[in-house]
């Protein structure tokens, strides 16, 4: 490989990514411009009784989400700083990051249900408590999950930062000057280690919150419904027969991401004002604050506790026909759910192909790259990747849908592969461009010098060098394939079904035991591949 | 003041790296430690400090004016230190790294004394700038003022002329010395150069384990 590489000319290098991702992305992008000269469009959206409330609760749940989220993390990261448990931490969140956000919000919603484990095991009785929390009008269940299940990826963007930052043990020497001036740990933490980490938090912060205030599967499953979040209103619209019905969804999908845009750019702004004038609080004098250990211990341990609990229940649930309300175990036990998702698997295997071949196209398309160009053009490329995941997804997917449209590729298996690739190699190649770029090229001159073919030394040294970032990008790339919803289900056109598409219109009916199987098989393949990827990638010396 | 060790002694993974010693450092007076690497140097200061991490463990007791700092974090010993690297913090000015570990009272007096000491090492002028557009004597002579400003009560180096250019090093050691002797406090520094040793100073020897004068 490494010698046809070689072979290669950087255009040769770059033109299947560009071929494959970054121009149909690009092109989808633009495609939404139309939609800015279509009055009919703009009048349907202007007299919609729902538009401001609803962006009001998308808003709400996005933003309450992210800072719920950061929070979370904060205190966790503070307290269980330079601590042993930091090792299970890293992995703990990484299963967290690989759980599919519908399976989780499957799971969670029967957990908090007024009939849900949680309301048998603390409010008992005969009848279920008066409980509003599933699709409660404040969207305060979708915020709480989306803030649960944020904090993994926020944890595992934060636990990167640091080990970048105390890649030569620096951090830790600062961390114990500090100490000697005088400063506890939880002072050390606030005042030497947060100022420099959050600047590396910044775009994961801005993709928690877009992500959260645009949500559309998490939000059918448990977010409001009178009004409903924005995107659930867009994603109504887009899903409409009537084609001016579609364009006033994506009318109202450029309004969302113009909202969020000055959203997060005023709040950068604020920050950027108002930190400066926090600097006198850093040098106010030694303080012997302690870490916050037992409250990250708490959070922690609360948060890892209902993921968990989401998920086992989905197990439970799957093979429980009926349930009824006090009972703290279910009566009886039978595979009929299963059985009948065994008869319907096609969704099933339609998942798991799209995702082994995003991921594995994905990882090639990035080698592929990274090895033929110069690094300073890997700018272009991941400035492309960040503003996909920076994006509403609605966006990106309604205009992926104009174009593919236009193009004949709706309704076709390379349509819904190349749906599936444009988020899938995005994470790929940020995952990567750090681990890839830093790789010392020394070590394969002397691989060379040593007379050994440049294939060999390829695959021998820089792949072996490389293999845990390798695998943990198609482990990631995986994953977020088999959690697409809003791209399959707009690229499919009815024609194929995978299975986030059957888990959401499952959770809209009655069958739960169903409704818990296939969350459950949305959920295992990514665990699984997460599992694999750590197992493997462990470094051989330790 | 004075820092006494006694009966110190420090394993690693239970074998003993250093066998048990006794010894007492006067206030002004700097004690230097030389030994090849591996020899557990730098951990008898991590040891002193009161950061000491696994796999090494150590017995014994470590006194400061007579308090026992048995049990104590690091940051209520109030002993300084200074590394190889100068470890001014990257996202504070020169003046706020002086100001971090300077005792909480009366702004404008702590201000004063930052500047002052500043003025005093020659480096007035440079309050405002970040870390990194010092030279790296300059930064080095921060990293002691910085030390030195949050009034301990003993002082720790760890090589701390190791990463300097030789030009650079008898101006730096002139000053550090200085500085300490000034404060009136021990101070034990560790080192394989013995061009470190100051003048006319105690010399100790770390060798097969044991701590004997030179």
Same mark, same amino acid.
């Not at chain 1, 249900?113 to 409980?131: N, Q, S």
């Not at chain 2, 400003?149 to 650079?168: C, R, T, V």
């Given at each position: ?542 | 003041?004075?820092?006494?060790l006694e009966e110190v002694s420090i394993r690693l993974?239970?074998?003993t790296l250093i066998k048990p010693f ?18 557990g140097?730098s951990t008898l200061l991590s040891f002193i400090a009161g950061d000491l991490t696994a796999p090494f463990n150590a017995t014994g007791a470590v ?6 700092l048995d049990g ?37 007096? %702590? #201000?004063? /004394? ?12 440079? $309050?405002?700038? *970040? +870390? ?45 010395? %200085? #500085?300490? /002797? ?12 013995? $061009?470190?040793? *100051? +003048? ?15």
């Amino acid at each position: 490989m490494a010698r046809t590489l070689r072979r290669l000319t950087p255009a040769q290098g770059a033109l299947p990514i560009i071929v494959l991702w970054a121009l149909p992305l690009a092109a989808s992008v633009l495609m939404l411009l139309p939609a800015i000269a279509e009055p009919d469009a703009w009048r349907q959206l202007q007299s919609h009784p729902q538009l401001w409330s609803a962006l009001v609760l998308s808003l709400a749940t996005g933003g309450g989400a992210s800072v719920l989220a950061l929070l979370m993390s904060v205190l966790v990261l503070a307290g269980l700083d330079r601590s042993r448990a930091l090792p299970q931490l890293q992995a703990l969140a990484a299963a967290g990051l690989a759980l599919p956000h519908l399976a989780f919000a499957i799971g969670f919603g029967f957990l908090i249900m007024p009939t849900g484990l949680i309301a048998r095991l603390i409010e008992g009785g005969t009848t279920p408590p008066p409980w509003v929390t599933v699709q409660d009008p404040w969207g305060l269940s979708l915020m709480l999950a989306l803030a649960l299940k944020e904090l993994p990826f926020l944890l595992i963007a934060a636990l990167a930062a640091l080990a970048r930052g105390d890649g030569t043990g620096r951090l830790t020497q600062e961390r114990r000057v500090a100490a000697s001036l005088g400063h506890g740990a939880g002072s050390v933490w606030l005042r030497v280690v947060l100022p420099q980490l959050l600047p590396s938090l910044r775009w994961p912060l801005v993709i928690v919150f877009v992500y959260g205030a645009t949500v559309v599967d998490m939000a059918l499953v448990l977010g409001p419904t009178q009004p409903p979040t924005l995107a659930v209103v867009i994603w109504h619209a887009l899903n409409h027969a009537d084609a001016t019905v579609n364009g006033m969804g994506l009318a109202m999908t450029l309004v969302l991401t113009s909202v969020l845009a000055a959203l997060v750019a005023t709040t950068l702004l604020l920050l950027q004002v108002t930190l400066p004038r926090l600097r006198h609080w850093l040098c106010a004098g030694p303080s012997l604050l302690a870490a916050p250990r037992g409250m990250a211990v708490v959070t922690g341990t609360i948060a890892g506790l209902l993921m968990l609990a989401a998920i086992l229940l989905l197990a439970l649930l799957s093979v429980t026909p009926r349930w009824p309300y006090p009972a703290l175990m279910p009566p009886a036990v039978t595979f009929a759910a299963w059985t009948t998702l065994g008869s319907s698997a096609a969704p099933l295997w339609l998942s798991l192909l799209l995702a082994a071949m995003t991921a594995l196209v994905a990882l090639g398309l990035a080698l592929l790259w990274f090895e033929t160009q110069p690094e300073g053009r890997d700018r272009w490329l991941i400035g492309l990747a960040l503003a996909t995941l920076a994006l509403p997804q609605l966006a990106v997917a309604g205009g992926q849908y104009r174009l593919f449209l236009g193009l004949g590729l709706t309704g076709t298996l390379p349509g819904l592969f190349l749906a599936h690739l444009t988020p899938v190699a995005a994470y790929v190649l940020i995952i990567l461009q750090g681990p890839y770029r830093a790789f010392d090229s020394r070590y394969m001159m002397a691989a060379r010098s040593l007379s050994v073919p440049a294939s060999t030394a390829w695959l021998q040294v820089k792949l072996s060098l490389l293999r845990a970032p390798v695998l943990t990008a198609a482990a990631i790339g995986f994953a977020v394939s088999m959690a697409q919803f809003v791209p399959a289900q707009l690229i499919a056109a009815g024609r194929y079904s995978t299975l986030p598409m059957e888990a959401v219109t499952l959770s809209a009916g009655g069958n739960r035991p169903l409704t818990a199987a296939f969350a459950l098989c949305l959920a295992a393949p990514p665990l699984a591949a997460f599992l694999a990827a750590s197992l493997l990638g462990r470094p051989r010396w330790r | 003041m004075a820092l006494s060790l006694e009966e110190v002694s420090i394993r690693l993974d239970g074998h003993t790296l250093i066998k048990p010693f006794t010894m007492r450092l006067e206030k002004g007076v700097i004690v230097t430690l030389m030994g090849p690497s591996g020899s557990g140097k730098s951990t008898l200061l991590s040891f002193i400090a009161g950061d000491l991490t696994a796999p090494f463990n150590a017995t014994g007791a470590v006194t400061l004016d007579g308090r026992n700092l048995d049990g104590l974090p690091p940051e209520k010993r109030r002993i300084g230190r200074l590394f190889q690297d100068d470890l001014l913090f990257p996202h504070m000015s020169v003046a706020e790294n002086l100001l971090f570990g300077m005792p909480r009272g009366q702004q404008q007096a %702590r #201000h004063a /004394a930052m500047t002052a000491a500043l003025a005093e090492a020659g480096l007035a002028g440079f $309050a405002e700038r *970040p +870390p990194h557009t010092l030279s790296g004597g300059q930064r080095a002579r921060v990293a002691l003022l910085r030390s030195l400003l949050a009034s301990p009560g003993a002082m720790l180096l760890d090589e701390p002329f190791n990463k300097l250019d030789a030009d650079l090093r008898a101006g730096l050691r002139d000053f550090v010395f %200085r #500085h300490i /002797a000034a404060r009136d406090i021990p101070c034990l520094m560790v080192t394989h150069d013995r $061009a470190d040793v *100051p +003048p006319g100073g105690r010399l100790l020897l770390l060798g097969r384990g044991e701590v004997r004068d030179a």
